[in-house]
Structures are given as C-alpha cells and as structure tokens.
C-alpha cells in the first residue's frame, strides 16, 4: 500500500531555513510528478512545489526563490528546502502527486514565528 511519511518540520523564526523530507512507499516512485502541499490554519491546502519526471521543477508564486524542490530516486524521497522563512509559510506540509493522489501522510508542523 502507498505510504508517504513526511518529517522536518519546527518551530523557526522568521528567516531561517528547514528541510522537509518525504519517504515514499508503494507504488512505482519516479515516473509521475511529485509535490508539496500546505494547508495554513484555516485555509484550504494549496500545492506549493512540484517536480516531475524530468526534474523540472514549479513553485507558487509565494514561494519562488525561497523553496527547493528535489527528489532522491534511489530512495524514494523528496526533499523541500526551504529558506528565509516568513510567518506566513506556517502551516502543515504534505507530500503526494500534485493531484492528491494518494492517501495523504500525516504532514509535518511548520511554524515560523516573526
């Protein structure tokens, strides 16, 4: 079955820097694109990074030049680097196919406090 296991996230102030890790399992990891996900406190989850097959990689516009996309294919897992960290990237982050594909992991707390 599909698992995706996500960890990395904190408590960080305003400009510093985390990286997210996303372990996968279950189904054929490189052939479809791969994103993350955020969902702020009462906001919907919105798609903040993707990289497909090819390594190309899309950000959000709020995003662009802050966060790094990558993906390690001999082990599954996707990486977001994220830098200069601003209040309103909290929220929990999640890992899955830039549709939902799959069932979601549990995400990881980011908290970036100004």
């Known amino acids: 079955q599909v698992q995706l296991v996500e960890s990395g996230g904190g408590l960080v102030q305003a400009g510093e820097s985390l990286r997210l890790s996303c372990a996968t399992s279950?189904?054929?990891?490189?052939?479809?694109?791969m994103g993350w996900h955020r969902q702020a406190p009462g906001k919907q989850r919105e798609l903040v990074a993707r990289?497909?097959?090819?390594?190309?990689?899309h950000y959000a516009d709020s995003v662009k030049g802050r966060f790094t996309i990558s993906q390690d294919n001999n082990f599954n897992t996707i990486y977001l680097q994220m830098d200069n960290l601003k209040p309103e990237d909290t929220g929990v982050y999640y890992c899955?196919?830039?549709?939902?594909?799959?069932?979601w992991g549990q995400g990881t707390q980011v908290t970036v406090s100004s």
């Open positions: 279950g189904f054929r990891f490189g052939p479809s694109a």
């Open positions: 899955n196919t830039p549709q939902g594909w799959y069932p």
């Open positions: 990289i497909f097959s090819d390594g190309a990689t």
